[in-house]
Structure formats: C-alpha cells, structure tokens
C-alpha cells in the first residue's frame, strides 16, 4: 500500500457521460497530480493541485477539470466522455510544491468508455 | 513543455545480462533526475533517483549516471533478472516540471 487511495478502481460508463475520480494523498502530502495513461501509453500530466490551489497544469482537456478540498483529497471530473477517453488515470502526491521529488502513486482508476 | 526521449523504446536481454536506458531532456532548469519501474497494470513505483550535483548513484544492482552537459541520464541494471522485466520510465524535473518520457519496455528471458 503506497498510502495514495484512488477510488473507484474500475469504472465503465458510456460516451458522453461524465464521472468522478478521487484521490486521497499519503498523510502529509500537500500536493496532488493527476496522470492519464492510455493503452500501452506513457504518463501524460494533467494538472497539480496544492494545498488546496491550482498550481500547474498540462495537457487536461478542457472536458476535464478537478480541484483539491480542504482535507485535501483531490476530485478529477471527466464530462462529455468520448471513447479516446479509456485510460488508467493516476494521481501521485508529494509533500513538494514545484518538483516531483517524491512521488508517490496511487494504483490508478482504469475508465472504460463504451 | 520539456521535451523528454527515451532511448531505446524496447529492450530484449537475456536473463544475467545488463541492460542500458537512456533518457534525454531539453530543459536546461532540470535539477532532479527519477527513474520509475511500471510492472502490467501496476502503478508507477520509484526505483532511483539522482539529483543534479552528483554524478552517479548506484543501489545493489541498479545505478543511474547523469551528464549534465549533455542534458542525458540514463539508468543501468546489471544481472538482470526475469522480474525486471516492466516499463521504465524517466522524469527529469525543474520546477513545476512534471513530465515523464515515452517509457522503454525491458524484456528480461530466462
């Protein structure tokens, strides 16, 4: 257990309909990132939250969008879902604000888009 | 954004011998150097980590080298080992770089 929870695990749904990822950072950590994996793919940032404000933000479409609550668990809302959208989407946290010294991955939320 | 290659995209060795990856960044501000193992359908773990005022750090049978000048790193296993067999990849980080390269899939046979 890396101490990062993502929930749900599995998720299908059907084009054009819209789902919320959520991620628990490890004790401690006060930034979240967001990652989207797709099929036999690399890790493409989406966008960095900490401590509770948008800090950076990388190729996240504009269906996409997210935020970081006061206990700081993080939310990523998928709307307008297409089929490209299937992925694995991992959050990761760090104590750190500007680097990813310390990563830590949660074990990601697999989308299916039918 | 940081354009991150990795070298090669695939690598087949045979159990005991030594494989090479390497990982090369276009943002001369990168200060911190991650290599992470992705087993199938498994998260991104850290396996080593260099920063940018050392050379060289080496752990049992992993090690990753670094040359700033270049603007390269690359990662090295020796006696490789069937569980080695996963995708690597590299993030080279500055601040408020977060980008991992494209991955190399090692193949280890027994």
């Not at chain 1, 006060?30 to 990388?58: C, H, M, P, T």
Request: charged share 20%.
């Amino acid at each position: 257990d890396s101490g990062v929870t993502q929930t749900p695990k599995h998720l299908i749904t059907a084009t054009g309909q819209r789902v919320t990822l959520r991620c628990s950072p490890r004790s401690g950590d006060l930034s979240v990132y967001w990652y989207q994996q797709s099929l036999d793919q690399g890790l493409q940032f989406l966008i960095q939250y900490y401590n509770g404000e948008e800090r950076a933000k990388g190729n996240i479409l504009e269906r996409f969008s997210a935020q970081q609550f006061p206990d700081l668990h993080s939310e990523l809302n998928l709307s307008s879902l297409e089929l490209g959208d299937s992925a694995l989407y991992f959050c990761a946290s760090s104590v750190q604000k500007g680097s990813n010294y310390g990563y830590t991955f949660g074990s990601g939320t697999r989308l299916t888009v039918v | 954004g940081e354009n991150v290659e990795q070298h090669p995209s695939t690598l087949s060795v045979q159990e005991g011998d030594s494989a090479v990856i390497k990982c090369t960044y276009s943002d001369s501000a990168s200060n911190y150097f991650p290599w992470y193992k992705q087993e199938l359908g498994k998260r991104p773990q850290l396996i080593i980590d260099i920063r940018s005022n050392v050379g060289e750090k080496k752990d049992q049978r992993i090690a990753v080298t670094l040359n700033k000048t270049a603007k390269h790193f690359s990662l090295h296993i020796t006696e490789t080992q069937p569980e080695d067999s996963a995708v690597y990849f590299c993030a080279p980080s500055g601040f408020n770089k977060f980008y991992f390269g494209s991955g190399t899939k090692l193949n280890v046979k027994p």
